[in-house]
């Protein structure tokens, strides 16, 4: 007992020097009465003294609530000693990770706390860090909100968690050693052995039935139901694993079929709308046409078309001056072949029906310009990436325009793009046969016009550089509006809409263009244009 001095001695020594922290805890007052020199250096402090004068007194242990200690110490005085792990803090450096023992024990009826603390290795962290890591894998694994089952290179299964046998209907570890293709309906299950064993072969991250329309599941009762998969792989031991992860897409079908059905019945609202509009909108004519027979009236109404209609005025200039130059050629052609009937005169007969081919192509590009705009103003037109061979499409581009050359014109061209990169091809091809046909069409005879692009920091930048007349900085300034003609191009065929057409369709891409020019030394367009690489399929 302390009151023995032999034993108060005999436990003073083993308090004060024992190696790892001892304190005596007093539970009525909530803090430590006393801490030996080893336990005072452990948590930082220059004496005993100045760990006694700290306010809080108590081991600083943030992780663990205050009701665990109370628990603990309660337990401590009923049953036994007691043990926990917990990380520490210090007053100065880093926290670490110790083993707490708590021995209860009375003197004159109140009750203490004999506090062990000893300072765990780097091989038991390891251990405990490891251990962690395997609970919260196991956890992770066990309650995820898709299914997870894990296959070795024979396809049989090696792990399933809980809700993979729910989606499948199988009792808690019965899908264990069975084959993967139990989970297959049999119409798709021989194929699947072949789709396993490439998989197997060349094994890669990727989304089953990506390419083959909708995947299905076969559950233990027999039925199928809509799934999607995806599928990954980890070698362990030198072994293969594949890993699927699954999602039961029932409820996400169901609300398709619905969605669809909404969509039908919104279109028949809008269809059923639109016949009451063009209804309105016919009665409203006839009142129109009434109020024309008044003259006040109808010179109002006439001031407010002229406000509105100025842009459809430059229209209708601009159209019907491009398109009187190839009705004319058509018209002429046409009645010359008449006059050219001996069989003797065909290659004249051949020469105006090209002249007839290219004024109807010079046409139908006019309409698809106008057709373009309209498309564009509507949001009919959205970037649909895809993988693009860039190298591939700059070539065919360049041939496409290959009939646009003039006499001695010649198209160089340099790519840096080794990689298939992540982009619209159908806007950039649009957008590059537009930079190159006006390009070739303002610039001379015997001119060389370049085109570059380069793939770099997940942006392409592609430059079309030209020989041809440039054009004033204060044209330049108007160059993207709609119908704009630089005034020294006045004479050369065009609608005024190509560039504006560019940068809308950048506008989608993300992407944005530049222009340098001065007039007589050649222009130089360029754009830049981000894009994604996707290397898995």
Not at 163 to 186: R, S, T
Not at 354 to 368: A, F, G, Y
């Amino acid at each position: 007992m302390l009151s023995d001095p032999f034993s108060s001695a005999a436990a003073e020594v083993l308090i004060t020097q024992a190696p790892d922290f001892v304190g005596i805890y007093d539970v009525a007052q909530g803090w430590f009465m006393r801490v030996n020199p080893a336990g005072v250096r452990l948590l930082g402090y220059s004496s005993e003294e100045a760990f006694l004068t700290d306010p809080a007194r108590v081991l600083p242990t943030p992780a663990v609530p205050p009701a665990r200690w109370a628990h603990l110490r309660e337990q401590a005085r009923r049953v036994g000693p007691q043990a926990l792990e917990a990380e520490v803090g210090r007053r100065q450096g880093p926290p670490f990770w110790a083993r707490i023992e708590l021995t209860a024990f009375q003197v004159k009826e109140a009750d203490y706390l004999l506090v062990r603390l000893s300072e765990q290795g780097r091989l038991q962290q390891a251990e405990r860090a490891l251990a962690q890591s395997v609970r919260r894998f196991e956890a992770v694994f066990t309650h995820a909100t898709i299914g997870i089952v894990v296959c070795d290179e024979r396809g049989r299964i090696v792990s399933a968690n809980q809700l993979a046998h729910q989606l499948f209907g199988y009792a808690a570890g019965a899908l264990d050693g069975q084959l993967i293709e139990v989970l297959v309906p049999q119409a798709a299950g021989r194929r699947h052995e072949k789709l396993r064993e490439s998989f197997t072969a060349r094994p890669q991250v990727r989304t089953m039935g990506a390419h083959n329309g909708e995947l299905q599941g076969l559950r233990h009762n027999g039925s199928v139901f809509p799934v999607e998969v995806s599928l990954s792989y980890f070698y362990l031991d030198e072994e293969l694993y594949a890993v699927s992860y699954i999602l039961d897409i029932t409820y996400k079908k169901e609300f398709e079929q619905q969605l669809i059905a909404g969509s039908q019945r919104v279109a028949a609202l809008n269809a059923d709308l639109e016949q009451r509009v063009t209804e309105r909108t016919h009665a409203l004519m006839n009142t129109l046409e009434q109020l024309q027979l008044r003259k006040n009236e109808l010179a109002k109404a006439l001031a407010a078309e002229q406000e509105l209609g100025e842009l459809k005025s430059r229209f209708v200039s601009m159209a019907s001056h491009e398109f009187r130059t190839p009705l004319t050629a058509v018209l002429t052609s046409a009645a010359l072949i008449a006059e050219y009937p001996a069989t003797e005169q065909q290659d004249k007969r051949l020469r105006h029906l090209e002249r007839i081919r290219t004024s109807v192509k010079h046409l139908n590009d006019i309409l698809e310009e106008f057709l373009s705009v309209g498309r564009i103003e509507e949001g009919k037109i959205e970037a649909q990436p895809a993988r693009l061979d860039l190298p591939a499409l700059l070539r065919d581009v360049v041939a496409d325009v290959q009939g646009l050359r003039k006499t001695g014109q010649r198209i160089e061209q340099a790519t840096n793009c080794p990689e298939p990169i992540w982009l619209d091809p159908s806007l950039l091809r649009k957008i590059l046969v537009n930079l190159l046909s006006n390009a070739l069409k303002y610039s001379g005879e015997n001119t060389v016009v370049a085109v570059a692009a380069t793939c770099q920091a997940g942006a392409l930048t592609l430059t079309v550089a030209d020989q041809g007349v440039g054009i004033s900085e204060e044209d330049q300034a108007h160059l993207f509006e709609r119908f704009f003609r630089a005034r020294n191009a006045a004479n050369v065929p065009g609608t005024g809409l190509g560039l504006y057409i560019i940068a809308r369709y950048l506008e989608l891409l993300h992407g944005h263009i530049t222009l340098q020019s001065a007039l007589g030394q050649g222009t130089t367009v360029t754009i830049t244009v981000p894009y994604e690489n996707h290397s898995a399929d």
